[in-house]
């Protein structure tokens, strides 16, 4: 059997996740030896280029472009896991669910003081904004969550490394102490 | 056309600054203004040494509580699932047509406003709206154009009730067209009940000797949660020493379905205060409150001038029925529309003018109630019974009913049955026969104790309405084969998600986790994964909710998932391992409008 190969994507999220599996430190060189990653903007490979086992997912859906994304690692992807307060629950930029799309993209482009040419973008090139920001299950099946804004590096490796050697998942209290 | 600040100052004055007169002012300025504007929320709150976010605090807890204008005439209508299962969305459209607005709307010129609202307590002569305080039952599509005509041309709306209901509520104080609708008379409520002789009894006898005759009669609170009166009693009795006692009877009757305390209030009323009396003196208390839910307005000059012909008989104030040092009086509080509130702690908050938030427990009211005095909550019905045990003696009120569940019970039935009413029933009979007699023989399921008991199906009708067996507050609602149970489960869930107070998150957020679940099941969009996970998500709501609220409200889900599981099987999408309500089409629709963009699909 080859190794497991990884897919990654940050959709309405900030990154951090993926800052977070990059702070696993030396141990980055462990998973470069237990798995292979495909699309990810680690490796920068920009399509699924073979079948998946593993799609680590960042933040919820916040536009046509995420959602497209989420389906497409669901088919691609034997194993999905939503990472993150965003993926899991719609997170910080799920505080415009209460606004109407409306309000929302008047004040970022017509009132907000420091936008001169008032326009709301309309490219057809640009993704199209959802009503909602939706957490990733709502949308599609998700198999696992790993907690934490971002979740820490060990819970992060921990979970993977598990998931790869089919190991049980030690998760110490400590991990799941969030501040 | 007074402003804001008089009226603000009026009453405030009225009150005396007394904070436990907040609900008051709160509802004085209301009936004025027809709503609690900013301002009037800010002078109340410098009136009263309070800051304006404790006002805002009060005024959005409260259903009958607004910051915008409700209309000159305010209609509130039931949404309860017997209200719906009577006819009540034609009634609503016929509203809606009439007035030319929408539910949760006024009309531009301010005259009339439409507004949904919890169970009123009517659930015997429903569809049934609240306008301006008065009730009106039994509504029509064309009853309706009628009001709404009439309240076009500025009747008052007392002017609008033409025909009066039985007994008490034809009286000249009352003059309201409920119906008593009682069915069937016990031994304990309905039975004869001579003036004074509940408390000239008790006054003859030592507290304690009242307490031991109400401990030997085994009377259990008739509330919903069945404690031991007698007990409840001692409990507050041992705490009061040097303390300032309360007995506090609840009428808040928030329950769906449960219409038996209104029928008390209006038919027997003396009976309930004496009751207050007996556990006032038996727990050394010198005053009572009852605190009746807003719903009930339509009887609080009638209930108040019985409290002053009692005061004239000596049954009330100093020297009660000539016993020395016995000193007891009653004050009414009106609640503001919210079940909770219900909650014998949330009650005690709701009493004192604030949220009507549950507190913690312990310390439990017979240690820290009232103003932090010992208090006993009891409700109304169990204080009637506790008249009736001083009269009867408590080892001849012991002799009714079961092992555990002793007396009777006043049962409020509804649905579908040819004989909706109140029924006192002997502790112990079966479902079946009490079906039999209201005329619901052939029902499919009864939800016994309303939303937060349980639906019970027909092959369980053989079992005993008791504590032991079929607990119920009161509330038994019928439903016939062919009504559609997800429909009405759906109903209860939209009545918890409205009445959580929102103080902690299983119920606040759970509630509405579980009404989505539902929604998707009954949308067919649900897998069986989902129904096993509707089913864990009501045992977390049960079990991590602060409240009783919380605690019973995933009921309805739970016991229909138990009893009957094809109602969700038959849809359910099988084989599947997820659906997805997501609708992406739908999901850009706004934005695309807004942008001016059409929208496309993947793979443009
Ligand atoms: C959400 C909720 C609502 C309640 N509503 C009522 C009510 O409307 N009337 C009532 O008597 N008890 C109600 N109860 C029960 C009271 O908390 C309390 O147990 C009861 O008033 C005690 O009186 P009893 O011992 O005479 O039954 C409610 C409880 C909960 C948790
Ligand atoms: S269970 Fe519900 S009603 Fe009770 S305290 Fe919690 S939020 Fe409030």
């Known amino acids: ?179 | 056309m007074s402003t804001i600040e008089e009226v603000v100052q009026k009453a405030v004055k009225k009150q005396g600054k007394d904070p436990t007169g907040m609900l008051e002012i709160i509802r004085d300025v209301q009936a004025e203004l027809g709503h609690v504007p900013d301002k009037a929320k800010s002078l109340i709150a410098a009136g009263m040494g309070l800051s304006k976010a404790d006002l805002d605090g009060i005024v959005s807890f409260y259903h009958f509580f607004s910051e915008k204008p409700v209309g000159k005439y305010a209609v509130y209508l039931n949404n309860s699932a017997v209200a719906v299962m009577k006819g009540r969305e034609a009634v609503a459209r016929a509203f809606e047509q009439e007035a030319g607005c929408k539910f949760g709307q006024t009309t531009p010129d301010g005259i009339i406003g439409l507004h949904d609202t919890s169970d009123i307590g009517m659930n015997d002569q429903e569809p049934a709206a609240i306008i301006n305080g008065v009730v009106f039952t039994g509504l029509t599509p064309e009853k309706v154009k009628d009001i709404v005509s009439q309240m076009r041309s500025g009747k008052d709306v007392t002017e609008m009730v033409k025909e009066y209901g039985d007994g008490l509520n034809g009286s000249e104080i009352v003059r309201s067209m409920v119906k008593n609708n009682i069915r069937k008379k016990g031994a304990v409520i309905f039975a004869p009940f001579e003036q004074g002789s509940a408390v000239k009894k008790a006054v003859r006898m030592t507290p304690a000797d009242v307490i031991e005759e109400v401990k030997k009669s085994n009377l259990r609170g008739r509330g919903g949660a069945g404690f031991p009166t007698g007990m409840k009693w001692e409990f507050t009795r041992n705490n009061s020493k040097g303390k300032k006692a309360f007995v506090v009877c609840n009428a808040d009757e928030g329950e769906p379905g449960t219409f038996k305390d209104r029928v008390i209030l209006t038919e027997l009323p003396r009976m309930l205060f004496e009751g207050m009396s007996v556990a006032g003196y038996a727990i050394g208390a010198d005053r009572g409150i009852l605190y009746l839910r807003a719903e009930y307005e339509y009887l609080l000059k009638y209930l108040q001038s019985v409290l002053d012909a009692m005061r004239k008989g000596n049954l009330l104030g100093r020297n009660v029925a000539g016993k020395k040092e016995f000193n007891f009086d009653i004050e009414i509080k009106l609640g503001a529309g919210a079940y909770i509130c219900g909650e014998e702690t949330a009650l005690l908050e709701s009493a004192e003018g604030k949220r009507g938030e549950p507190r913690n427990r312990p310390p439990f009211p017979a240690q820290y109630g009232y103003q932090g005095g010992p208090t006993s909550v009891n409700n109304v019905e169990t204080l009637c019974a506790a008249a009736r045990v001083m009269i009867l003696g408590g080892e001849e009120f012991a002799k009714m009913g079961t092992f555990q569940s002793h007396g009777t019970k006043l049962l409020s039935v509804s649905g579908d049955c040819q004989k909706p009413g109140i029924y006192e029933v002997e502790f112990g009979i079966s479902l079946q026969s009490l079906l039999d007699e209201a005329g619901g023989s052939d029902a499919m399921a009864v939800q016994v104790g309303g939303p937060s008991g349980k639906c019970v199906p027909a092959g369980e009708f053989g079992k005993k309405i008791s504590f032991e067996e079929l607990p119920t507050g009161g509330s038994m609602i019928v439903i016939a084969p062919g009504r559609d149970l997800l429909t009405i489960v759906h109903n209860f869930m939209d009545f918890f998600v409205e009445e959580s107070c929102g103080w902690c998150t299983p119920c606040r957020a759970g509630n509405v986790i579980l009404r989505e679940r539902l929604e998707k099941i009954m949308a067919r969009k649900g897998t069986e994964s989902d129904l096993a996970e509707l089913a864990q998500w009501c045992a977390v709501v049960k079990t991590m909710s602060r409240c009783g609220l919380g605690q019973t409200s995933p009921n309805p889900i739970a016991t229909t998932i138990e009893n009957f599981r094809s109602v969700y099987e038959s849809r359910l999408q099988k084989g599947v391992g997820f659906v997805s309500e997501f609708d992406k089409d739908k999901a850009v629709e706004e934005y695309c409008r807004i942008a001016g963009r059409t929208p496309y699909t993947e793979g443009r």
């Open chain 1, 1 to 179: 059997m080859g190794k497991p190969v990884v897919a990654t994507v940050s959709m309405a999220g900030c990154f951090g996740c993926h800052m977070s599996l990059l702070d696993i430190d030396d141990k980055i060189l462990q998973l470069i030896d237990l798995v292979e990653f495909n699309k990810s903007p680690i490796d920068d490979i920009k399509k699924f280029t073979k079948q998946c086992d593993i799609g680590f997912i960042e933040g919820g859906c916040c536009n046509s472009e995420n959602v497209e994304n989420l389906m497409n690692f669901r088919k691609n992807c034997k194993i999905l896991i939503s990472v993150g307060e965003c993926a899991i629950m719609g997170g910080l930029p799920s505080l415009r669910n209460g606004i109407p799309v409306k309000e929302c993209l008047e004040e970022a482009y017509l009132n907000c003081l420091t936008v001169d040419d008032k326009i709301i973008p309309n490219d057809e090139e640009l993704p199209m904004i959802t009503d909602k920001v939706y957490p990733c299950h709502e949308i599609v099946k998700i198999d696992y969550f790993l907690p934490g804004c971002p979740p820490r590096a060990e819970l992060i490796w921990e979970a993977l490394s598990a998931l790869i050697t089919g190991k049980k998942l030690e998760l110490p209290y400590e991990v799941f102490k969030y501040d």
